[in-house]
């Protein structure tokens, strides 16, 4: 199992975009690799200010990552197939304390921030995104 602490690099680093999984004026869901160290996150939107973006953190298992980019990526004729596939991810990895920053919205030059406790599990489209957790804490 994947440990829940996300890699050295990402304070002050970047990630790179493995597969989009929903997007609203930028990334809204992705899962990311460290380009450093291969390890594999699975972000989502957490607030939004101005450019500002918040992602909530949740390190990946590596098989976990790669069957489902795998199976994503070759599509299914069950419509279901991919929320479902995606579902069971997010519950085999559940969401941290681990928020990461982008001052322009890009997936580089970031910023790690370690909260008290786990951020909420809430679907970001169900999440104000009015910028006031990265007022509060960003």
């Not at 199992?1 to 990402?10: A, G, K, Y």
């Not at 930028?26 to 996150?41: H, L, M, S």
């Not at 939107?45 to 790669?66: M, N, Q, T, V, Y």
Request: with cysteine; charged share 25%; hydrophobic share 40%.
């Amino acid at each position: 199992m994947t440990s829940e602490l996300p890699c050295e690099h990402l304070d002050g680093g970047r990630l790179q975009l493995e597969l989009l999984l929903d997007d609203w004026l930028g990334t809204a869901e992705a899962i990311v690799r460290c380009p450093r160290c291969q390890r594999d996150y699975l972000l989502e939107l957490l607030d939004i200010h101005g450019g500002r973006r918040a992602w909530r953190l949740a390190p990946l298992d590596a098989e976990f990552s790669k069957r489902l980019i795998h199976d994503l990526a070759r599509g299914s004729c069950d419509v279901n197939r991919a929320a479902t596939e995606v579902h069971a991810v997010k519950a085999a990895h559940p969401v941290t304390r681990f928020v990461v920053v982008s001052a322009d919205g890009s997936l580089s030059a970031l910023r790690l921030i370690t909260t008290e406790r786990s951020q909420t599990s809430t679907s970001w489209r169900d999440l104000s995104l009015d910028g006031q957790w990265l007022i509060a804490y960003a």
